[in-house]
T-cell receptor, first 116, second 111 residues
Framework: DAGVIQSPRHEVTEMGQEVTLRCKPISGHNSLFWYRQTMMRGLELLIY????????DSGMPEDRFSAKMPNASFSTLKIQPSEPRDSAVYFCASTNTLTGSDQPQHFGDGTRLSIL | SQQGEEDPQALSIQEGENATMNCSYK?????LQWYRQNSGRGLVHLILIRSNEREKHSGRLRVTLDTSKKSSSLLITASRAADTASYFCATPDQAGTALIFGKGTTLSVSS
């Protein structure tokens, strides 16, 4: 089975540009999570969806960040406008909470974002 | 906010040696998970231990959980160069749906 698929794997863009990160969760999973990883702050939860509905976006750093999940097989994380401090690795993860709340999360390989 | 904190931050050992990593957390939990992250890759789930379990094994991995001390340990026996990675503990958030990760232990195994 295919795992969580993220695109692009790498993104380099200039400050002020709009950035869109994409994620395809594992088929059948009903929960999707967006994380940001930096050396300074570690792995931070930005937002998560359950059955395509945003449940907790308290980790989204600013209004410049937005996330959508239009259907069960696709989610986007958008940064507009981007700033150098947004440079990080962004991960998407999915899990199936229908079989219990203690299910492991499955991670994509991330998008390494560099804002110049 | 950080729930789990791993210790040590970094660990260097020789192949064949055992590696022990510790995780402390702050609030009551019903389970704790350990993940591995290879360089440039996403996290991979290793093992989950529930609050009513004290010890769990999976291959060369042994995990313990002490709820009275709010701590867990991950032991990798007979380490291999391929075990070189960062290891994270994760605990459920208050809602029990999302996970909160520690900052991880970076393990280097040299041959």
């Amino acid at each position: 089975d295919a795992g969580v698929i993220q695109s692009p794997r790498h993104e380099v863009t200039e400050m002020g540009q709009e950035v869109t990160l994409r994620c395809k969760p594992i088929s059948g999973h009903n929960s999707l999570f967006w994380y940001r990883q930096t050396m300074m702050r570690g792995l931070e939860l930005l937002i998560y969806f359950n059955n395509n509905v945003p449940i907790d976006d308290s980790g989204m750093p600013e209004d410049r960040f937005s996330a959508k999940m239009p259907n069960a097989s696709f989610s986007t994380l958008k940064i507009q406008p981007s700033e150098p401090r947004d440079s990080a690795v962004y991960f998407c993860a999915s899990t199936n909470t229908l079989t219990g709340s203690d299910q492991p999360q499955h991670f994509g390989d991330g998008t390494r974002l560099s804002i110049l | 906010s950080q729930q789990g904190e791993e210790d040590p931050q970094a660990l260097s050992i020789q192949e064949g040696e055992n590696a022990t990593m510790n995780c402390s957390y702050k609030t009551s939990i019903n389970n704790l998970q350990w993940y591995r992250q290879n360089s440039g890759r996403g996290l991979v789930h290793l093992i989950l231990i529930r609050s009513n379990e004290r010890e769990k094994h999976s291959g060369r991995l042994r995990v313990t959980l002490d709820t009275s001390k709010k701590s867990s340990s991950l032991l990798i026996t007979a380490s291999r160069a391929a075990d070189t990675a960062s290891y994270f503990c994760a605990t459920p958030d208050q809602a029990g749906t999302a996970l909160i990760f520690g900052k991880g232990t970076t393990l280097s195994v040299s041959s």
